[in-house]
């Protein structure tokens, strides 16, 4: 009889939530510059070269624009129907897309342009190794994304509305913090065009 192999590592995809209208400010912001490409490629290329297996982008009304100015790799397209109902649609949308072989969905968003494909694997290294049900980054003392949401708790994502995001589903369960370091990235978003102006000064040499 063959020796039985060891157990393969929990397997994590990856979703990047780009559907959101962008009101605040004022035009499409995941296309913005920031440093020679668009903000977006940014989370796109950090995601590509991680350990993340299933990846999908999750776009909306701006699906055509966005997708003819970025080069997306190995990462597939899911688009959400209705992206006005907020970003709890897009996260169930994204969810419902993905291999369900996984065991866990690390969740970005794409105008959180800092993430980093070391941040990324660090936080699947955590969520591998952990039976707690979410990892979430925490960034200058706050809760963030990047959130790693094991399979557990899917179903209680779904039951989301409007742009809540996880908060509530992350409420009463167990969560290992992960404190993020400057030298793992930034968690600074960009909804304003001065956001905007504050992050391209910080990507500047």
């Not at 897309?97 to 699947?124: N, R």
């Not at 065009?193 to 040499?205: F, I, L, N, Y």
């Amino acid at each position: 009889m063959r020796p039985r192999a060891e157990a393969d590592p929990p397997q994590i995809g990856g979703l990047i939530l780009a559907a959101g209208e962008a009101r605040r400010f004022g035009a499409q912001k995941l296309l913005a510059p920031l440093d020679g490409r668009p903000l977006v490629q940014h989370v796109i290329d950090a995601a590509n070269a991680s350990c993340l297996e299933d990846i999908a982008i999750v776009v909306g009304a701006n699906a055509d624009a966005l997708l003819a100015r970025v080069e997306l790799g190995r990462m597939r397209v899911v688009r959400n129907p209705d992206p006005a109902r907020g970003l709890a649609s897009s996260l169930q949308v994204g969810l419902r897309t993905l291999d369900p072989h996984l065991h866990a969905a690390l969740v970005l968003l794409g105008d959180i342009p800092g993430v980093t494909t070391a941040l990324i694997d660090e936080l699947v290294a955590l969520g591998r190794e952990s039976r707690a049900s979410a990892v979430v980054s925490v960034w200058r003392g706050r809760r963030s994304p990047p959130v790693v949401l094991h399979k557990s708790l899917w179903l209680a994502a779904f039951a989301l509305e409007g742009d809540i995001g996880m908060r509530e589903v992350l409420k009463d369960v167990g969560v290992i913090e992960f404190a993020v370091t400057d030298a793992l990235g930034s968690l600074d978003d960009v909804d304003t065009p001065e956001d905007h102006a504050r992050v391209s000064g910080a990507a500047s040499p």
